[in-house]
């Protein structure tokens, strides 16, 4: 009798901790869950900061490799495109930018010149730019737009199947503006 009752406590007991550790689990991923709700359904900040810099800011999206792959299909072809393998991403971030510049510049012409109104256009999908000039001044409006890829990941050196040495943090970004030039001066990860 005592053995039957000793084996139902620790069955008891065993099945009390299981359970204890799938609530634990379930609510961090409804936390998760929750987090990415809020996430998606805010819309982001913009403002300037002290320096008068113009800055943004938007919540941070808390997703599985497997969401990555299903929601966001192409950040997740661009990032297998970059060579990097989906299980070694640690953060992923896209942003677009744009540049408008309109500009009027007085012209200085020479009195023989014919006063005749000119204008030209050029637009590739990403550059727009347009011209206008007058007798008397130069009208110049410049948009770019551009959409960079941020991804943060970890390369291990391999020999064989084994992982030699430690994994190397590692910072690529891309960008989609074939015109656009990239430089990358700065990366780090504050502990």
Known sequence: MNRILLIAALVLAGLVAFLTGTVKRQKAEISRLDNNITAVTETARQYKTKAGDNAEEVRRLTLKHSELELFNADLEKKVREMGIKLKNIQAVNRMESETKIAVTVPNVTPKYVKSVNRFAHYFDGWNDVKVESRP????????????????????QKRFLFFRVGKPIPKTTVSNKNPKTELHLRFSAEID
């Open 136 to 155: 008397d001044s130069t009208k110049i409006e410049v948009k770019n737009v551009d959409t960079l890829d941020v991804v943060t990941h970890v390369k």
